[in-house]
């Protein structure tokens, strides 16, 4: 709790949690979200057993990882496509940076994906001489912002009409009007001679289809699908946990994903990539390269009790419904991924100086209750909170603290003892009026609350009075 | 069956809100039930199980066990302590020698709503409360024990008790334990939502299944100089009709 990024998080939180305007606002778009998301699900004859047959789906290709992910590689190669194996970020990174030079690309467009943002593959590539451009609306204007997604799947959504506006007119060119069809109409314009100009289209997967070799890429703006269907040059960056065994899983993978994300029955663009053109085909891409990145997830897999975290298809539900984030926003958390997800992730992923997110939580279950494939969210922030305490990150205070709770209610004497010393404590002082001061033992509660009425007596105590022993 | 009831106080409750056990007492009385408090007991060893101590959490778990272990029916006034017994005991004290017991135990614990509706089968305890009331769901008691209808059952049937819903009444209030005080400006943040929540219901007093989420919530409304009061849903049911 005391690493620079638990400071760090700490300092953005408590601005963020005091900001009102910044609370109205995520309180409106998560509101927009929970109706659609209601609809949404209405829409399914029985959105619990959606939610199961995805979690099924899912479990079995991360329990059979080594299967399904060998059938991947295979069916792409038959197709003339290349898979790449990277362990870790600079792995990944370096294959793309140094297949995009060798290739003379100067120009990259690229479609959403979270995976780009954990490997930090952008930077990289500008820092090798090329362009890339964001091409999902949200990420274009993040990205023009200088800024990293707010949110998994809604990037920008932290940004008022107003504040694009204001930002369109600084970096674009032909922007007619502040009305959303022209700044919309600017951005498309900006992409459009992206797309037809880039050498190489990177891609995440929102679905690696074992059976088929198929990588599936959901977008709502079509833009996936330009990304992978003009460059000459294709590559899609993913995490291995994201292969299912079969082209068929996608019939309740897909819509389920889609009501998760934003209520959609179905998201607009559901692409099927499958490699470069064949001799006799009329177009397609020359090269088509899928990387697999590790980054971490094999030691998630190894950890039976937390391995379901690599089910998550990365919806973003969890975030719209978690108050915690409703309260501090995505960027306070300085992680790739935000929200309940990430909180579990970030030991994980970013090693334990990131284990405080996991105490950052009411541990409310909504999470839990919401996520299409029934990862155990919010439980699991319980074993990581276990696991650092057991890998000796606790605070010695805290340490010291729960040994003498331990001593204290190891026995009804000592317990009825050290409380009623608690209590006289707190009545006398509060009736000197030193509540919530330095003297008060329970300033860090009083600082935000009014101090309770402290009682005379205990429950056992009356209870001794009234009935005897029993 | 026995209609013997033992109470299962929360440390906090006997400490910081007696009367709610004592109104708990009251309840169960009132319908018939013969009541027994055995005082043997301390605390379920939650606030270390939820801070990570595990090793601290054990013993104290494990004592509670044996003080309820010959109880047949065991009413708690709290769905988060509740929901640490039969949902985390079973985790936490695997490998225990009384892990078959705490399992066990798990089967025979209720929160109180969810004992007077479904084992007592009681809707009406024949309280009277004249009063605008909003019930708060309080997380481990919606999201653990799967408790939504059956508290407000029970409110439904108190006589003068007008129910109203507030916006919102699912969101946790923002209490999670000591989160609301190692993260103390995200927990206000969360408690004012609440707090503004509750206010805008028009009740006069919000009620919920917990006490921890009624402290963190009455120190928020009080900041806030609400009219509102809170009041624990025992507190309601044991109000005798005049």
Known sequence: ?470 | MARRATLFIPCFVDQLGPQIGQDTARVLQRIGWEVEFRPEQTCCGQPAFNSGYWNEAAPVAERLVRVLRSAEVVVCPSGSCTTMVRHFYPELLAGSPVHAEAVELGQRVFELAEFLVKIAQVTDVGAEFPHRVTYHDSCHALRELRLKEEPRELLRHVRGLELVEMGYAEECCGFGGTFSTKFAMISASMGDSKAENIEASGAEYVTAADSSCLLHIEGMLRRRNSRTRTIHIASILAQEAR
Request: positive net charge; glycine residues 8%.
């Open chain 1, 1 to 470: 709790m005391n690493s620079a990024p638990a400071q760090e998080f700490l300092r953005r939180a408590a601005e963020r949690a005091a900001d009102l305007t910044h609370r109205q606002m995520l309180r409106a778009g998560m509101d927009h979200y929970q109706a659609n998301f209601a609809k949404g699900r209405g829409r399914f004859a029985d959105w619990e057993a959606a939610r199961q047959r995805c979690h099924e789906i899912k479990w079995e290709g991360v329990n059979h990882l080594d299967k399904y992910l060998l059938e991947f590689e295979a069916r792409v190669k038959e197709r003339g496509g290349r898979v790449f194996w990277a362990e870790n970020s600079e792995e990944a990174r370096n294959y793309v940076v140094n297949l995009a030079a060798s290739r003379g690309v100067r120009r990259v467009v690229k479609s959403k994906s979270m995976v780009t943002e954990e490997i930090h593959l952008s930077p990289a590539l500008e820092k090798a001489g090329m362009e890339v451009f964001e091409t999902d609306l949200g990420e274009f204007i993040v990205q023009l912002r200088n800024e990293p997604p707010y949110h998994i799947v809604m990037p920008a959504m932290h940004l008022t009409h107003a504040q694009i506006a204001k930002l369109f007119h600084e970096k674009l060119s032909d922007v007619a009007g502040d009305d959303p069809v022209s700044l919309v109409a600017a951005a498309r314009q900006a992409l459009r001679r992206a797309f037809f100009s880039a050498e190489m289209g990177i891609s995440g997967a929102n679905f690696l289809v074992a059976d088929s070799g198929l990588v599936a890429i959901t977008t709502n703006e079509g833009n996936g699908r330009l990304c992978v269907s003009l460059p000459r040059i294709q590559v899609a960056v993913t995490g291995i946990e994201k292969v299912i065994p079969r082209l068929r899983d996608l019939a309740v993978l897909w819509p389920t994903l889609a009501t998760a994300g934003t209520g959609q029955a179905i998201t607009t663009y559901n692409t099927l990539v499958g490699g470069p053109r064949r001799p006799g085909e009329p177009d397609g891409p020359e090269e088509f390269h899928v990387i697999l990145l590790d980054n971490g997830r094999s030691e998630l897999l190894a950890d039976a009790e937390q391995r379901d975290v690599l089910y998550c298809i990365r919806c973003g539900a969890c975030l719209n419904t978690c108050p915690v984030f409703r309260a501090i926003g995505g960027h306070s958390y300085g992680t790739t991924y935000p929200g309940p997800i990430g909180s579990v992730l970030a030991p994980h992923l970013r090693g334990p100086e990131f284990a405080h997110l996991s105490y950052a939580s009411s541990l409310c279950g909504a999470c839990t209750d919401i996520c299409p494939v029934k990862v155990d969210l919010h439980h699991h922030l319980l074993h990581n909170r276990r696991n650092a305490v057991n890998a000796g990150r606790g605070r010695f205070g805290e340490r010291l603290g729960f040994k003498l709770w331990r001593w204290a209610m190891a026995g009804a004497r000592r317990f009825e003892l050290v409380g009623g010393v608690v209590r006289a404590t707190l009545r006398a002082l509060y009736a000197l009026g030193l509540e919530g001061t330095a003297l008060d033992p329970a300033r860090a509660w009083t600082r935000n609350h009014a101090a309770p009425a402290i009682p005379r007596a205990s429950f056992r105590k009356l209870w001794r009075e009234k009935n005897g022993a029993r």
